[in-house]
């Protein structure tokens, strides 16, 4: 199983990035996917989810309006576009895959994360 993030990088307040999760080794098209963040000294938290399926949708107050999740089962990826970016969403960001059984089984799968750094 492998979730791989790119996309990353630095870029100037206001500015964009666009990054991609490439999944294998599981069957994606089941599997809810998130995008999760992480900045220095801070906990990780939700930032995006989309579920298996239907694709709904869901945001952290912080990004929405700003941010979209979106989804290809086709070529096995979830993508999160980020528009707007301002200094506070410096983070690490992380892919997961999560797809919780009927019976209980909860399976979830994390990238190793990529860099998103926002500064003047």
């Known amino acids: 199983v492998q979730l791989v993030e790119s996309g990353g990088g630095s870029v100037t307040p206001g500015g964009s990035l666009r990054l991609s999760c490439a999944a294998s080794g599981f069957t994606f098209s089941s599997y809810a996917m998130s995008w999760y963040r992480q900045a220095p000294g801070k906990e990780r938290e939700l930032v995006a989810s989309?579920?298996?399926?239907?694709?709904?949708?869901n945001y952290a107050d912080s990004v929405k309006g700003r941010f979209t999740i979106s989804r290809d089962d086709a070529k096995n990826t979830v993508y999160l576009q980020m528009n707007s970016l301002k200094p506070e969403d410096t983070a690490v960001y992380y892919c997961?895959?999560?797809?919780?059984?009927?019976?209980?089984?909860?399976?979830?799968?994390w990238g190793q994360g990529t860099q998103v750094t926002v500064s003047v």
């Open positions: 989309i579920t298996q399926a239907n694709g709904r949708t």
């Open positions: 997961r895959g999560r797809w919780v059984v009927s019976s209980g089984l909860d399976y979830s799968y």
